[in-house]
């Protein structure tokens, strides 16, 4: 006689359920989050709780105002975006490009050669279906979300000022930095300004003109400023904090005023009114490529990462340095 045996079937983990829970962290907001996904709210609220039985854990507080990531709740987003980033990277192998919904993300200071790099991928890899995002953000939110895989890349600089700090923030959140290229510094400036005229420009120069620089929120210390050099370094008595690129262009020509940056513009996005010149000083800047160093790229990062050496002004395959933070 064959005894009967008994199966216990218990409910588990899925990759819908950690995109979900992905999607409202995103979006903070449980109502918003399901007008995304295409479900009903009772029902991605039930298969969060759900999942949150299972696991043991509170991913959310919620409160009038919202929904808010817990800290046992941030841990495991992190560690949510690395199984669904890996899930991506087994359909891509497997399935081919022709399959499924292209997903990728970028983080990145404000860089006109990085936007171009992104259209490049999209014509590339658009396809019917995508999910594209680029972010461009303050300096440690770009840590953050290559660090918790809310992107796959990070675009930033380190320079001697900001080096030490930025530098012990990716090797603290297990990530890599490679170097696209070294550029001396420039000014931004409207080719109406007074300056436009001079092959190069001083600090003494700029000394009558607003100084633009993108804000930092909290993490305001010259070691996240998008500018290597800031009003510490020389006198600038007047001063303009913005968020976005094309309010900063456009004060750039109403005021008269500048930023400090690589030089390198794209007049096909930004038109013929920003131009570029050397500024007199022997500091330099070295823009790069962040990402999580257990992880293997996607093949849309390693694209990105071929357009984006391609637009940072063609400074070839030679010029490019990889830094391991050990």
Do not use: W
């Not at 840590?143 to 675009?155: C, F, M, P, Q, T």
């Not at 380190?158 to 696209?180: D, Q, T, Y």
């Amino acid at each position: 006689m064959v005894k009967s045996q008994h199966f216990c079937y218990h409910h588990l983990m899925t990759l819908q359920q950690l995109k979900y829970v992905t999607a409202v962290a995103d979006f903070h907001n449980i109502t918003e989050a399901s007008r995304r996904l295409f479900i009903s709210q009772p029902s991605l609220t039930a298969a969060i709780r759900e999942l949150e039985n299972e696991m043991g854990i509170t991913i959310f507080s919620r409160t009038n105002k919202g929904v808010t990531l817990t800290n046992e709740g941030d841990e495991f987003l992190s560690y949510a975006r690395q199984v669904l980033e890996q899930a991506n990277m087994l359909e891509d192998r497997f399935k081919g490009s022709g399959s499924g919904n292209t997903i990728f993300s970028v983080s990145c200071q404000h860089y006109s050669f990085a936007v171009n790099a992104f259209v490049d991928l999209i014509r590339q890899f658009g396809g019917r279906e995508y999910d594209f995002t680029l972010r461009e953000t303050q300096t440690h939110e770009i840590i953050e979300d290559v660090a918790r895989l809310k992107s796959e890349i990070g675009v930033l600089y380190l320079s001697g000022r900001n080096e030490k700090v930025i530098s012990n923030l990716i090797k603290k959140n297990n990530l890599i930095f490679e170097a696209l290229f070294t550029a001396p510094l420039h000014v931004f400036i409207s080719s109406k300004n007074p300056l436009a005229g001079k092959t190069k420009i001083t600090l003494e120069d700029l000394a009558p003109y607003p100084y633009l620089t993108y804000e930092q929120g909290d993490f305001n210390s010259f070691y996240y400023a998008e500018e290597p050099l800031t009003e510490l370094d020389f006198d600038c008595p007047r001063k303009i904090k913005v968020r976005d690129r094309a309010t900063l262009f456009n004060l750039l020509i109403g005021l008269d005023g500048y930023t400090i940056c690589s030089g390198i513009i794209s007049h096909e996005l930004n038109g013929k009114d920003i131009i570029a010149r050397p500024l007199e000083c022997n500091e330099h800047m070295t823009v790069g490529l962040i990402r999580r160093k257990d992880t293997m790229p996607s093949r849309y990062a390693q694209a990105y990462e071929e357009a984006i050496k391609k637009h940072s002004g063609g400074q070839g395959e030679d010029r490019v340095e990889r830094i391991i933070l050990d």
